[in-house]
């Protein structure tokens, strides 16, 4: 089956600053990769996703994410982070049809929380 | 253009009731799942349905029971209520035929149980 693992907790930037959160997965194959963000209170967006192809996937509000699978990531970047950005972000793998784990099932990463310093 | 949509938003129970929370999509999508998020924990999948008519378990389904009404609604049961399940509740759904498109997520129930 198909794991992830976000390794920081908690990432403190200042705006202005560049923003990379890290995403690690394990599968037997190129999973289905999301990135999500949970603004407090609120339910979880989709900001990207990597299926195929072009392996820098361009999301909603700036942000990008990069596939790498020599190293089995997908991490998330901005380049300059905005005080409105300052939320938890949850990394997502799904398994490939035919290539075994949970199919159609999403497993989410444990979060990272960002925040933003004035 | 609602997405999903969850009912309560917020709800408080005393130990041993029991409620139901609803959830539904028009979207058309055929898989639809419920998660529970605790601080530190993530999300952790409860019970899912893959398509209209099945469901199963998924990581942690014990005190739950669920129901899918028809392609648009999954509701989630809690029968008699423990301060464990004290929780934010998420419902998705999505459209999974080989390629995966992601999750919509509904905007949670937070749910406390004294």
């Known amino acids: 089956a198909q794991s992830v693992t976000q390794p920081d907790i908690h990432i403190t930037v200042s705006e202005g600053a560049s923003l990379e959160l890290r995403c690690n997965y394990s599968?037997?194959?190129?999973?289905?990769l999301f990135w999500y963000v949970q603004s407090p209170g609120q339910g979880l967006q989709l900001l990207l996703k990597y299926f195929s192809g072009d392996t820098l996937v361009q999301g909603i509000k700036g942000f990008e994410a990069e596939f790498k699978r020599s190293q089995s990531s997908f991490n998330l970047r901005k380049p300059s982070v905005h005080w409105s950005d300052a939320a938890e972000y949850f990394c997502?793998?799904?398994?490939?049809?035919?290539?075994?784990?949970?199919?159609?099932?999403?497993?989410f990463g444990k979060g990272t929380k960002l925040s933003v310093k004035p | 253009n609602a997405g999903v949509t969850q009912t309560p938003k917020f709800q408080v129970l005393k130990t041993g009731q029991s409620m139901t929370l609803q959830c539904a999509q028009d979207m058309n999508h055929n898989s639809m799942y419920w998660y529970r998020q605790d601080p530190g924990m993530g999300l952790r999948l409860i019970y899912y349905?893959?398509?209209?008519?099945?469901?199963d378990k998924g990581e942690v389904p014990n005190g739950y029971n669920v129901s899918r009404l028809n392609k648009r609604e999954f509701s989630l049961r809690l029968e008699s209520a423990a301060p464990s399940q004290t929780s934010v509740y998420f419902c998705a759904s999505s459209e999974f035929s080989g390629q995966h498109y992601g999750y919509t997520f509904g905007s949670g129930t937070r749910l406390t149980v004294v």
């Open positions: 997502a793998v799904g398994a490939r049809l035919g290539y075994g784990g949970s199919q159609g099932n999403l497993i």
């Open positions: 349905s893959a398509s209209e008519g099945t469901t």
């Open positions: 599968y037997g194959a190129t999973p289905y």
